[in-house]
Every structure is written in structure tokens, then in C-alpha cells.
């Protein structure tokens, strides 16, 4: 869901909801959309369209009928866990039984005057309120549900988390775990290994942006112009720099394949693309593997074709399910 300034909200869209339809025919599990509140850039930026994930998704729900639904991640910060925990239960009777609620503490903001030890606390309460909520047993002298308790959802919650106590918060919660996009495998190996060492027994999940062709020089070509974007916006910041700063990756990247290799963005032909994503899941150990499929600069019919190349050619080499 994002999208550079000179495409429009209403375009983006279209062609967000364009490519769900083709992911729901070609047999994808699931679809989850990021919850983005950061305001455009300057030219050539690209910023998430998606505010409110609920709503999108309650739509996207009514124009489906199999694929799960999901909030990637719906940010803590920005919503109390009561008012949280209604849009979770209103999400669940729109679309029974097809949603899954991945919920993160969001960026620390430059200028903001809460620590990000101090954030992660607050996201820490708020998810213990969330659980308490949706089993019928709120915060004392809180309010209760606008709507019945849902404990199934419980299950259905997956906390993104980097910090100790709150990876192992989530497994004494009994909830699932997740892993994002543009973090080295095996930075994110660690923390998995926390989550299972302190007895996690939920699902984890993590995903890997992708882009398959018929020929690997089709695939570069495709690609260059996102290559360019998506590391002037994710290069030398957050994730990147950290691993820049661990040592865990170089502080240059002279070519674009090395740009692609430093933010794990996979392209290629079925073959290449199906190793270095079973590779990835070796390393990490993790049970779901989603794919990020559109980046601004892909061409939308491009990853239509590349969607169905991943159902078709790359889904049967894979060792967990896409």
C-alpha cells in the first residue's frame, strides 16, 4: 500500500485491491495491509496509503470469499486497546473466521518525546489489555466490550516485536509471532529463537519482498527503477542502518543487486527465487512465509504475472506454505 506522490490515493487503491483479487484466485492463504500514518515526502518519496487498515479490509472482505484478511500491522500506538479490541471483534462478524490481526508498537519518531523503552512498555499494557478484552476480563475498573468477547481471536493475534521483554511477553500470552520485511534473516533468526526459548508455542511467521520472472533479465529490468526507490527509502535507515552498525551487512552498495541483497529483495526465476527463499526459511525457522509483491516502481501487471509465476512455478519448491 504504497504508493510514490504522483500516484493518487484512489489509484493506489484500485490497484492494491486489483492485486487481492488476483492473489485470492491463485490460491494465496492470506493478504495483510500495513497501517501507515507518515506524510509524503518530496519527489520520488513514496509514503503508505492505508491509515485505517480496518476499513480497507472490511471492504476487502466483502469482495472475497476465501482469503484471510489481515492488519500488517495495526499500530498500537495510535488506538486504546479497548477501542482496539471492538474493531477486532466488528472485523471478525464482517468476515468470520478469515482474519488475522498482526499488531506492532510502530517507528519511534524523531522528536518524540517517549523512549522507545518507554513506547514498547506502553505496548506491552496494551496488549495485555487487548487479550483481556476479547476473553471477557478486562482491566480493572475498565469498561467492558461494545460487542460479546471473541477469545478465538486470541489465536489469531501476531505480535511483531525486537525487544526481549516483549517477545517474551507474547509467548507467556500464548499469541503468535511475526517478522517483517527488509531485516536480515538472521537478526530475525534471534529472535525467534527468544520466542521459542521462553516457551512461544504460537505460529511465527515472516515475509520477503519478491518479484519472479520468465527470465532473470526480465526480472532486472522490471526492477530497476523500484531497486532505486526502495533502497532511497529504507537504505541508511532503521533495520538497515542497525545492521550496517552490527557489522551485519557492508556500509555500501555499489550495484543494484547489492541494493537488493542488503534489504532482502528477492527477484529472478522461479528456480533462483524458490532457493533464496527456502534458504531464508532455514535460517529463520519459520512456520508461514508471506510474500511483499508490489513496491512503487513494479509495474501493476508485472506483479500480476509474478504473483501467478509464485502460485504456479515457485509454491511447489517452497518447504512451507506462500
Known sequence: MW?????????????????????????????????????????????????????FLAHVAALTRRIAVGTGVKLLGTSSALR????????????????EFGLGMGPTLPGSPESRAEKAQRYRER??????????????????LSLSPCPELVEKIWVAARDAPTIELAAAQGVNFVVGQAEPGVR???????????AGRGQVRGARLVFVAETHAEAEAECETATHLYFGALGNRGYHAQAVADG???????????KRRQLDFFIGTPDEVAALLNAYVQETR?????????????????????LTLIDAEVRPRLRVPA
Open 127 to 144: 496488549l495485555v489489555e487487548i487479550i483481556g478484552f476479547l476473553t471477557g476480563a478486562p482491566p480493572e475498573g475498565g469498561k467492558i
Open 188 to 198: 530475525q533468526a534471534d529472535y525467534i529463537r527468544r520466542y521459542r526459548a521462553a
Open 286 to 306: 519459520i512456520d508461514r512465509l508471506d510474500v511483499m509483491a508490489q513496491i512503487p516502481g513494479l509495474d501493476p501487471a508485472a506483479v500480476r504475472r509474478s
Open 84 to 99: 482496539a479490541a471492538e474493531e477486532m471483534c466488528m472485523l471478525h462478524l464482517l468476515a468470520p473466521g478469515r482474519v
Open 3 to 55: 504508493a510514490t506522490t504522483d500516484i493518487s490515493d484512489r489509484q493506489t487503491i484500485t490497484t492494491a485491491l486489483d492485486d487481492i483479487r488476483h492473489a485470492e484466485a491463485h490460491g494465496f492463504a492470506s493478504i495483510w495491509i500495513g497501517e501507515h500514518h507518515l506524510p509524503p515526502g518530496g519527489e520520488g518519496s513514496f509514503h503508505g496509503r492505508v491509515p485505517a487498515s480496518e476499513i
Open 248 to 258: 551485519l551487512l557492508p556500509p555500501t552498495a555499489p550495484s543494484l543487486a547489492e
